[in-house]
């Protein structure tokens, strides 16, 4: 049996697409604990295929699914939210209030999005985390465990923010971020002619990469834009701002982090571009191979 069918109330959106309110067919418990009795109108979906009649998902309120999207599992979609183009929200999955998914992003496990934050591109929300407040996520950035996204800020490009990780504020992780900690970001407000936002923070290649205007540096990079900068205030508060971060973000390598040697099960090493084989194996006349991605 059909969980829910479209009714005739329609709504058009911005995109010229035509979606119908949905009624439920049968009753049901969300794993949220609120109750859908048959009957009951949801939200807006533009087919039938973008929610789920298996499980118990659900669209609420003024909530709108369209284009490719796909709501099922146990998932909620709440609120104001939409959700569209080749996006998905699974699991146990809830998005609710102003928050919008789309692209080919995915937002699942018991991950929540909500307020008016934003998940869109390859990007990917799951676990237990959180992105709220007018937070985005996007790129092929994955944002999982308990971490939480929240204020204006962003996580994008191919950023990962996992573990107890907090990013919030005018903070920004991007590039090959690897933050899973509250010591792997440092992020200031104001900094600059412009009072921007600069953020430090670690790298899958142990390394720490500054995001300040639109662009990602290195520490010695930044340090050569600050020389260019004419006022003497401005340069020693940022100058400031950098000592403290570096003192303040943790390098130490992890168990995540030490992969083996694919030659000797030995441990590798790090440089500039990747994780690479060992030294010995490096060494060896036959596999002069260093810098080589494994």
């Known amino acids: 049996?059909?969980?829910?069918?479209?009714?005739?109330?329609?709504?058009?959106?911005?995109?010229?697409?035509?979606?119908?309110?949905?009624?439920?067919?049968?009753?049901?418990?969300?794993?949220?604990?609120?109750?859908?009795?048959?009957?009951d109108l949801g939200g807006f979906v533009e087919k039938e295929s973008n929610?789920?009649?298996?499980?118990?998902?659900?669209?609420?309120?003024?909530?709108?699914?369209?284009?490719?999207a796909k709501v099922w599992g146990n998932a909620e979609v709440c609120g104001d939210a939409e959700v569209w183009g080749n996006a998905k929200v699974c699991g146990d999955a809830e998005v609710w209030g102003n928050a919008k998914v789309?692209?080919?992003?995915?937002?699942?496990?018991?991950?929540?999005?909500?307020?008016?934050?934003?998940?869109?591109?390859?990007?990917?929300?799951?676990?237990?985390?959180?992105?709220?407040?007018?937070?985005k996520v996007w790129g092929n950035a994955k944002v999982w465990g308990n971490a939480e996204v929240w204020g204006n800020a962003k996580v994008c490009g191919d950023a990962e923010v996992y573990g107890d990780a907090k990013v919030w504020g005018n903070?920004?992780?991007?590039?090959?971020?690897?933050?899973?900690s509250t010591e792997h970001i440092f992020c200031a407000t104001p900094i600059g002619e412009y009072a921007n936002s600069l953020t430090?923070?670690?790298t899958k290649h142990l390394e720490i990469k500054i995001s300040f205007e639109y662009e990602l540096y290195s520490?010695?990079?930044?340090?050569?834009?600050?020389?260019?900068?004419?006022?003497?205030?401005?340069r020693e508060v940022a100058l400031a701002v950098l000592e403290i971060g570096q003192k303040h973000i943790d390098l130490t390598p992890t168990s995540d982090d030490l992969k083996p040697c694919p030659?000797?099960?030995?441990?590798?090493e790090y440089n500039d571009s990747d994780i690479v084989v060992c030294n010995n194996c490096c060494a060896s006349a036959d596999k002069k191979i260093w810098n080589k991605r494994v």
Not at 11 to 19: A, C, D, E, S, V
């Open 1 to 39: 049996m059909k969980k829910f069918e479209l009714t005739t109330e329609q709504k058009i959106n911005w995109f010229g697409r035509t979606l119908y309110r949905i009624k439920a067919c049968i009753s049901f418990t969300t794993t949220s604990g609120d109750e859908v009795k048959a009957g």
């Open 51 to 68: 929610l789920s009649h298996d499980g118990k998902a659900w669209v609420w309120g003024n909530a709108k699914v369209w284009g490719n």
């Open 102 to 135: 789309c692209g080919d992003a995915e937002v699942y496990g018991d991950a929540k999005v909500c307020g008016d934050a934003e998940v869109y591109g390859d990007a990917k929300v799951c676990g237990d985390a959180e992105v709220y407040g007018d937070a």
């Open 171 to 180: 903070a920004k992780v991007c590039g090959d971020a690897s933050v899973f």
């Open 200 to 202: 430090l923070f670690r």
């Open 219 to 234: 520490v010695e990079e930044f340090k050569k834009v600050i020389d260019e900068w004419d006022d003497t205030k401005n």
């Open 263 to 268: 030659f000797c099960g030995g441990e590798a």
